[in-house]
């Protein structure tokens, strides 16, 4: 008889012990996230990046707690391209309560300001013209700009008064969808840096009967929209379903679907080999494409580069490494 102590294996016999991590993955390209209310984009990110399983991933634009609607979701070599969703038009749509203005903006917030006073349709029509084409907004004190290294909303909460100068953004459309009693919705394009929540305050300012965003969704992220759309119940349904009842990386977008608005340009193998190794490439002939400031490369099909093109060069910026 062997009187030897046996082998064990510490974690198959421990009750705490943990079980071992997931292996990540790389994956690239796009989710279009629905997000619910009450989630932070960070909170939403950690939970689809967790489903998929993915090394890499960030968001191109976040939403505040209360709005709901599309949070783009960039995994792997899609994260070069998040700076060009982010200066994509932005279509929301939002309800304003009318007679209680808040420290936020939103219904989240304190009460700061009180009007008995309800404005008409045409109230509120005759103000709108205030608002579009480019406008200055001083931006909510519970933003996430940074004054002197702290973000705003930090500086807020501590009970501090944040003075955030107003800034010049662009409102391509703004429109009144309805006029209740109390309340009315609009539906709004904007630009890069406006936020819709002091867009709100400040036509209630304008009417003279005070305001704030009561709901807020957002409909359109440049070049995504709601046809792309997927809820994060969705998402976990899929991450749990049984082989063949659903794929999560059927819902993805390719990398260059952000890219959309800037020209593309098509190259050779022999160039895109010299445009990944950080170097710059002619285009030669009569027939070369007359190409100046941003674009994106592809050869046979594949995503190559961020480029610069000017006089006939073509200088790349960023280089994709995305697997065949």
């Known amino acids: 008889m062997n009187d030897a102590p046996t082998e064990t294996n510490p974690a198959a016999t421990t009750p705490d012990a943990k079980p071992p991590r997931a292996k990540k993955r790389d994956i690239h390209g796009w989710l279009i996230l629905d997000k619910p209310p009450g989630m932070t984009s960070t909170h939403a990110l950690a939970k689809v990046k967790r489903a998929f399983g993915a090394r890499k991933a960030g968001h191109a634009g976040t939403l505040d707690p209360l709005a709901t609607g599309i949070l783009p979701i960039a995994f792997g070599e899609a994260t070069k391209t998040v700076p060009f969703a982010m200066d994509g038009r932005k279509i929301y749509r ?10 936020t903006d939103d219904s989240e917030g304190k009460e700061i300001g009180l009007s008995p006073d309800r404005p008409s349709a045409d109230d509120i029509l005759a103000v709108l013209p205030r608002f579009r084409g480019t406008i200055l907004q001083r931006p909510p004190q519970f933003s996430a700009i940074k004054v002197q290294g702290e973000r705003a909303y930090d500086l807020a909460r501590d009970g501090e008064t944040v003075d955030l100068q107003p800034r010049e953004i662009e409102i391509h459309r703004l429109e009144l969808i309805e006029a ?3 309340t009315a919705v609009f539906e709004t394009e904007t630009g890069k840096g406006a936020y819709v929540r002091a867009l709100a305050r400040d036509i209630g300012r304008a009417i003279g009967c005070l305001g704030h965003i009561s709901a807020l969704r957002r409909v359109r ?4 929209g709601e046809e792309d759309v997927i809820s994060l119940d969705e998402v976990e349904r899929l991450r749990l379903s049984a082989p063949g009842e659903g794929n999560l990386d059927d819902h993805l ?18 160039d895109a080999a010299r445009l990944r190794r950080g170097q710059a490439i002619l285009l030669r002939g009569r027939d070369a494409p007359a190409l100046i400031g941003t674009c994106y490369v592809t050869a046979q099909g594949a995503l190559v580069a961020l480029a610069e093109a000017e006089g006939g060069e073509v200088h790349p910026k960023r280089v994709f490494h995305i697997p065949g």
Do not use: C, N
Not at 94 to 103: H, I, M, R
Not at 221 to 224: K, L, M, Q, R
Not at 253 to 270: F, K, N, Q, R, W
């Open 94 to 103: 939002f309800t304003a309560s009318w007679g209680v203005e808040t420290d």
């Open 221 to 224: 992220v440049g070049p995504f």
């Open 180 to 182: 209740g009693a109390d």
């Open 253 to 270: 977008l390719p990398v260059e679907t952000a890219l959309d608005d800037i020209p593309a340009l098509a190259v050779s193998g022999a």
